[in-house]
């Protein structure tokens, strides 16, 4: 990789950070909004109206995608609604967001393995990172009253789900671009989420202004901010690498639970965090002993 491709990479990963805490603040809002609103009605509201949004900014784009460009889009659109709709019930039916964060971040420990059915031969460094990132999202979220049930079984297939999308997202995005990509990945995400509701939820629109408040930023900060971004950054980075930062999530997650819904995060779980910075670390060694490096020499020419 030459230094143009290695600085274009490290702008994506700094992207992937941003939007791991962006996406941190969806788990809140759509807590919030859920506690009034139907979850499926809550989804299909939420992603339709975003790729109503995105659509409109990047419809001279939209028209110019080919019939494959088209189908690549909606093969991951149609699994990211799928994924949704385990997720959002899980959300819904959960006690403790922080352990949801942790069994949905478990998608991302297998898309190094599923990229490699793909044709992507993943750096040893990615494997290196993967048992401090499986022992970081378990001290964060497994140090409680753990146990499998309803909610935890949404979780888990929606993460299985979502491995397999992340793995075709990031190959998408390698020649679609970021706003019309991701404009029809939510719109499908929001026919899918809004069918469901259509024959398992009844309508309920009767809501007090606060839960309308925590819908309009789960729209435009958690879904059109962040999946903008996170598929622009994605874009620019192995799939492999992508995964390994976006298990931040649950720590922002949590924090944020913390802060904001009352939830204990103990020694243990602050322990999980500091694992999960060292699996980022471990991930990107190679590109940081380059820009150590290069540092280091500019200093020492400067003197």
């Known amino acids: 990789m030459n230094a143009r491709q290695n600085s274009s990479a490290f702008q994506a990963d700094l992207l992937l950070l941003l939007v791991t805490i ?5 788990w809140i809002f759509s807590r919030e909004a859920v506690a009034g609103l139907p979850p499926l009605t809550f989804m299909a509201l939420r ?23 088209w189908r690549a889009a909606s093969q991951v659109g149609g699994l990211f609604g799928i994924s949704m709709i385990f997720w959002v019930l899980g959300l819904k039916l959960t006690s403790h967001v922080g352990i949801g964060a ?47 049930g309803i909610p935890e079984l949404c979780f888990l297939t929606s993460a299985l789900i979502m491995s397999l999308m992340f ?9 679609i671009s970021a706003m019309p990509l991701t404009a029809i990945q939510l719109f ?9 509701a259509v024959f398992f939820e009844p309508p309920a629109f009767q809501q ?8 309009a930023a789960s729209l ?4 059109c901010l962040r999946f903008v971004w996170q598929t622009h950054a994605m874009g620019k980075t192995l799939p492999s690498h992508s995964a390994i930062i976006m298990i931040l999530e649950p720590v922002w997650a949590a ?21 999960i910075f060292t699996a980022m670390l471990v991930n990107r060694w190679p590109a940081l002993q380059q820009s150590i490096k290069g540092a280091l020499k500019r200093r020492h020419a400067a003197s």
């Not at 007090?208 to 819908?215: N, V």
Request: proline share 5%; glycine share 12%.
């Open 255 to 275: 924090v944020l639970a913390t802060l904001w819904l009352g939830e204990r995060m103990s020694g243990l779980q602050l322990a999980g965090c500091g694992l």
């Open 208 to 215: 007090p202004a606060a839960i309308w408040g925590w819908f």
């Open 167 to 175: 793995v075709l997202n990031s190959r998408a995005a390698t020649h």
């Open 102 to 148: 942790f069994l949905t971040s478990l998608g991302l420990l297998l898309v190094p393995l599923i990229s490699r059915l793909f044709g992507e031969r993943p750096g040893p460094y990615v494997y290196f990172a993967l048992p401090f990132a499986m022992a970081g999202l378990a001290c964060l979220s497994l140090d409680g009253d753990f146990h499998i």
């Open 188 to 196: 499908w995400t929001g026919i899918i989420t809004g069918l469901c």
């Open 220 to 223: 435009f900060i958690a879904t």
């Open 22 to 26: 962006v996406a941190s603040t969806g």
């Open 47 to 69: 992603f339709g109206g975003a790729s109503l949004i995105l659509g409109a900014l990047s419809y001279p784009s939209l028209k110019k995608l080919t019939a494959k460009q």
